[in-house]
């Protein structure tokens, strides 16, 4: 009678037993049974044929010559855990057995055994190696989901800090935009209410100036009044110009040819300073729509606070980088730098650390960069300089 294939017919069995009968019988059984079934005579044979062909069971009996099936089943079971052991031994004995499963084996048959008790146990062993290699990749792809929700949850989390960080700024540049449009109106009230009563001054400085009996000292007190009266008209036209923006036409302006022109008109500053100035431009950058005052005034008041920082001498550097989206530029020194805590209010009207000024020049420079549609911000270690950073983005048909 024929007899049946195993359920895991075309697995791989080694026998390793230096008996030729048993290894020829057993083949024999086996191979009925759809095994594909591999032979050994000697524990270290018996490794050679497992590191080539990884079987899934191993019949290995415990007394062999070269090595024993003991030594031989221990570097299985460290080096191929998908091979499992069933080793034959020709003693009974509890402490035999304990010492076998100690070591790796999975069962272990007793010599004499019968034909079916030994199809059992493999058939045994094998749906036990199946269940355990499948619970192993079920516990690999655990592992592996759960490093992939480690990764999305800290992706997700600097998401939502960068979300954050955005809102802040979006929040901080509202504030600062309710700011301007206060400032806005508080400045054209100013200007109208102030500029009466500061024109009779001057007027009235005018007539003492020219009265005859007037002597020097006093004459010079009035040309002071003058002076003052002058430097509060300024500071009105700085608020007016933080406040709002400039009405005229917009024209395409070559930006290196304006920031060669604001370091010409400081040149002689720069040479009493000792400033060293360095440029880093693309060539032909592409023009931009704006108003060509406005964008001066960007700089002249970037190039002038940097200077200001760098009364005995320092570094100041321009850099403009060009891509198809947008025009940067970096304008550093190598000042005091801005403190930590000041970094977030240098763009604030009134906002400034210098003991004659107005806190307008910043506000002026954060107004003209939003009205290109562009951005502006500042970076700054104490002691050691400060950059101001400005993209401004490139209209469509913007052309070199």
């Not at 009974?92 to 055994?113: H, T, W």
Request: hydrophobic share 40%.
């Amino acid at each position: 009678m024929l007899q049946k294939l195993s359920r895991f017919a075309g697995e791989k069995i080694l026998i390793a037993d230096d008996e030729q009968v048993i290894v020829e019988l057993t083949s024999l059984l086996l191979k009925k049974r759809g095994f594909e079934v591999l032979t050994a005579h000697n524990g270290l044979e018996c490794l050679e044929v497992v590191n080539q062909q990884q079987p899934a069971v191993i019949l290995l009996d415990y007394m062999m010559p070269v090595m024993n099936g003991l030594d031989a089943l221990k570097k299985i079971h460290v080096e191929h855990p998908d091979s499992y052991v069933i080793m034959f031994t020709g003693k009974g004995s509890e402490e035999v057995a304990v010492q076998l499963m100690k070591a790796g084996a999975v069962d272990y048959l007793q010599k004499p055994f019968s034909n079916q008790n030994l199809l059992d146990r493999i058939d045994s062993v094998l749906s036990i190696r199946q269940v355990e290699i499948e619970n192993r990749q079920l516990i690999k792809e655990r592992e592996f989901l759960q490093r992939e929700i480690q990764e999305w949850n800290r992706e997700l989390e600097q998401r939502v800090m960068q979300k954050s960080r955005e809102l802040e700024l979006a929040h901080k540049e509202i504030i600062l935009a309710e700011k301007l449009a206060a400032l806005g109106h508080i400045s054209a009230g100013m200007a109208h209410e102030i500029r009466n009563p500061l024109n009779s001054i001057n007027l009235f400085a005018q007539i003492l100036q020219s009265a005859p009996e007037l002597d020097e000292e006093n004459c010079e007190y009035v040309q002071k009044i003058s002076q003052e009266v002058e430097r509060i008209d300024n500071i009105l036209v700085q608020m007016l110009a933080a406040s709002k923006g400039n009405q005229k036409d917009k024209n395409r302006i070559d930006l290196p040819r304006t920031i060669a022109q604001v370091l010409k008109n400081y040149q002689v500053q720069i040479d009493a300073q000792q400033v060293e100035v360095a440029t880093s431009i693309d060539r032909n950058p592409p023009m931009i729509q704006a108003d060509p005052v406005e964008i001066e005034q960007i700089f002249t008041n970037l190039i002038g606070n940097a200077l200001f920082e760098m009364p005995a001498g320092g570094r100041l550097t321009i850099t403009l980088r060009s891509d198809a989206e947008k025009l940067s530029v970096k304008v550093s020194d190598t000042g005091r730098g801005i403190p930590s805590e000041n970094i977030s209010r240098v763009f604030d009207p009134f906002f400034t650390t210098k003991e004659k000024g107005t806190g307008f020049g910043l506000s002026v420079v954060l107004r003209i960069v939003n009205g290109c549609g562009g951005k502006v911000k500042a970076e700054s270690v104490a002691g050691e300089g400060a950059s101001f950073l400005i993209e401004i983005p490139l209209l469509p048909a913007s052309v070199h």
